[in-house]
């Protein structure tokens, strides 16, 4: 007997979310990609594990709970299970771990790599004086530090958010960070597809090019943070800790065969947290000893009026304004399909409303609503038979293999946007394969009998890959799709449709009884949309 392909593993990340910032769209849209991916991956066999959380130390977060009243600890946990959490839920997140960098597997974890940073000689002690960016959490480059304007005139303030630095003199450790600086040029030099996209790389290795200094990893100026294992009078640099949730979420230290069993990762993050993902990290990690990421991929900013989005500015917009009139599947179908994934996009309530009613209404949901209430109407709600396949019928069965071909293409190269364009292709063509045949027409005469049977099978047949294929993006609409087409097992279960043999033809057999279609895109009064 021969022995069971073992699956690949796909491990994914996105980055923990600061607690103190309430979520906004641009949080959920990182979510939402990652999921997408998880989905298919999952959906194709692949041993998959999708991590999210929140990053809970640092100093602005102490300075926040001590506003409020609150130990920074029951800070965190209040802004986890009201804004972070329901997050997830609101926007049908499917991950299968949630961290949280004061989790004790966790601060257990960063003592052990850092105590192990420490005895190999990879740290040391210094002193330390440059301007800070409390928002950043970050002492700041000279490219990111600006002269300020109106009240900041006369200080240097950061270019990111625009408010004054702070200049900070401590005592630190630093981690000898410049001796990885060849090591980190030679993996960007082998590896071109780690850090993505190809503007994302060249703007990392132009930033090591320039070359790199040591990094302070240690505070002495508050003490909410994790202590140096060495030196209790030091907390952890926040990014320092925060970043080693992708290895102590998987056992880092305490299972090791876990961790053998899904580490490296991919990890996606926003181009403003690019260089601490693909120099620092693979550095750390060099140092230890431990691979480097299998991917860092860099999606845009979500901008709003050409503004990216800030809760500082008030640009942020809240999910739930779109999820309320919309629902989570037009939320998450927007913004894997209106954006190029990995280059900035624009959000507008006009070209929500518009690609609601064109695309998801009228395109998808419009067309499974027709099909199933014609096998209704003309085969008593069964699957038809189906006869000779003419060219028409070859054309949709052919589409449908080549749209599942080039959508996992796209899938496995981050290119989510690309992937449901294949896949639309198939929704359109089939809208188009409707008018051409014209079954309604086709029944009227009875010696065409069997060729309405051939059309509405082709049909059905379409829709149930259409419902494979789109599971990952859209899943409500399409379990209740799948449960009105007959179809076996459960939508997206891997032992029964892994997502690549999705468009094997003629995986539903003639004569499944199938159900009542609920409406999948509910139509929108567009007085409700125009904010």
Request: proline fraction near 4%; glycine fraction near 6%.
């Amino acid at each position: 007997m021969e022995a069971m392909a073992t699956p690949s593993s796909f491990f994914l990340t996105t980055p923990i979310f600061y607690v103190n910032d309430a979520p906004h769209i641009g949080h959920a849209y990182t979510e939402v990609a990652a999921d997408v991916l998880a989905r298919w991956h999952r959906q194709a066999g692949d041993d998959t594990w999708f991590l999210t959380g929140t990053d809970e130390h640092g100093q602005k977060i102490l300075r926040t709970a001590t506003a409020n009243g609150v130990a920074p600890k029951e800070w965190a946990d209040r802004l986890v299970e009201s804004s972070w959490k329901p997050l997830l839920d609101l926007i049908d997140i499917s991950n299968d771990d949630f961290i949280r960098t004061t989790d004790a597997r966790h601060e257990e974890g960063v003592a052990k790599f850092l105590q192990k940073l420490h005895d190999d000689g990879h740290v040391y002690a210094g002193e330390f004086e440059a301007l800070y960016c409390v928002g950043c959490e970050e002492f700041k480059p000279k490219s990111e530090i600006v002269d300020g304007t109106g009240e900041f005139e006369g200080q240097k303030v950061c270019a990111i958010h625009s408010k004054p630095l702070e200049l900070l003199q401590e005592k630190n450790y630093f981690f000898k960070m410049s001796a990885f600086q060849d090591r980190l040029l030679a993996l960007y030099e082998e590896r071109p597809d780690f850090v993505q996209p190809a503007s994302a790389r060249n703007e990392v290795i132009a930033f090591v090019q320039q070359g790199l200094e040591d990094l302070s990893i240690s505070r002495t100026s508050f003490d909410w943070g994790i202590p140096i294992p060495w030196d209790s009078s030091h907390v952890t640099y926040v990014w320092f800790d925060a970043l080693l949730n992708y290895v102590t979420a998987i056992g880092y230290g305490q299972d090791d065969e876990e961790f053998a069993r899904r580490w490296p990762a991919n990890h996606l993050v926003g181009k403003d947290i690019l260089r601490f993902h693909a120099v620092i990290w693979p550095a750390m990690l060099m140092a230890a000893g431990l691979d480097v990421p299998n991917h860092v991929f860099a999606h845009g900013w979500l901008l709003v009026g050409g503004e990216k989005m800030s809760k500082s500015k008030l640009t942020g917009i809240a999910p739930n304004e779109i999820t309320d009139t919309f629902g989570s599947d037009a939320f998450r179908y927007y913004f894997m399909r209106a954006i190029s994934f990995g280059h900035d996009g624009s959000f507008s309530w006009e070209d929500l409303a518009a690609r609601y009613q064109a695309e998801l209404a009228n395109g998808f949901g419009n067309l499974a609503s027709r099909v199933l209430a014609m096998n209704a109407k003309y085969f008593e709600s069964r699957v038809p038979d189906a006869g000779e396949e003419l060219a028409a019928d070859a054309a949709i069965r052919e589409l449908a293999a080549s749209a599942a071909e080039r959508a996992d293409q796209h899938i496995e190269a981050f290119a989510i946007h690309d992937a449901i364009a294949a896949i639309w292709e198939l929704v359109d063509a089939l809208n188009g394969y409707i008018t051409e045949q014209e079954p309604w027409a086709l029944a009227k005469d009875a010696e065409q009998r069997a060729r309405l049977g051939t059309v509405l099978y082709t049909a059905t047949e379409g829709l149930r890959v259409l419902a494979e294929l789109l599971a990952p993006v859209v899943p409500r609409a399409t379990n209740k799709l799948w449960a009105a087409l007959g179809a076996e097992a459960t939508l997206g279960a891997l032992d029964e449709q892994p997502i690549r043999d999705a468009a094997v033809w003629g995986k539903i057999a003639p004569g499944t009884e199938q159900q009542a279609l609920a409406v999948l895109f509910p139509r929108i009064d567009t007085d409700e949309t125009s904010k």
